[in-house]
């Protein structure tokens, strides 16, 4: 078993940042393209978010687990719906190519925001798990860190992957298509990776299909 370590706890704001980022991104985007008013998203987030943080406050780990899962859930699914009906009116031309242009910035940013979360709620057993731990010498990505000898200075003040690091991985699943220098281990994160991939993917085909029509 892990020891007990006397680190500090990592901070949950930038997640939380994050998520209300996403709901926030989805006010720029036509109606049309969203489930309902585009601010209803930004709505359910904040919603989700008041369980969250009292969870959180209060010590109940699992709950605080769960309302966390369903707050990813959430503005996943709203990405993915938005994409879907974006792809599906681009034969018809149904956005001018401003409103176009802006979604899928609006969604590609989103892809990177949304999967930080994931990687950031699930590797590890989540950020409390983590937080448990002295060392982190496991979990669904090999950072560069755990690979250093003991002797190294992250490895003597117990270096734990945070948001931020979450956040890279990302962004360079979104940009190069791979999460270049950290090695995927886990089968439920090979499988998300290439959901996000796919996203990205869809996101920037809409944008090049869309240039092309212009020229």
Not at 12 to 27: E, N, Y
Not at 162 to 171: E, K, S, T
Request: hydrophobic share 50%; with cysteine; glycine share 6%.
């Amino acid at each position: 078993m892990d020891a007990q370590t006397n680190l500090e706890p990592e901070p949950r704001w930038p997640a939380l940042i994050a998520v209300l980022a996403t709901g926030s991104l989805f006010l720029f985007m036509p109606e049309r393209l969203t489930f309902g008013p585009n601010w209803l998203l930004l709505l359910l987030v904040g919603i989700l978010i008041i369980p969250t943080v009292l969870t959180r406050r209060l010590g109940i780990t699992n709950l605080n687990y769960w309302f966390g899962l369903s707050l990813s859930g959430v503005i996943t699914c709203a990405m993915v719906w938005s994409l879907a009906v974006l792809i599906e009116g681009l034969p018809a031309k149904k956005e001018n190519p401003e409103e176009l242009l802006r979604a899928a910035v609006a969604l590609w940013l989103s892809n990177i925001l949304v999967f930080a979360c994931w990687y950031w709620r699930l590797d590890a057993g989540g950020p409390h798990a983590r937080d448990l731990r002295q060392f982190h010498t496991e979990g669904a990505f090999l950072f560069p860190q755990m690979t250093l000898p003991p002797d190294s200075s992250f490895c003597k003040t117990g270096w734990r992957p945070g948001f931020v690091d979450y956040l890279f991985l990302a962004f360079n699943t979104s940009t190069a298509f791979s999460p270049t220098d950290v090695p995927v281990l886990s089968r439920w994160a090979k499988l998300l990776m290439m959901v996000q991939s796919s996203v990205s993917l869809g996101t920037l085909a809409i944008l090049a299909a869309r240039a092309i029509n212009i020229l």
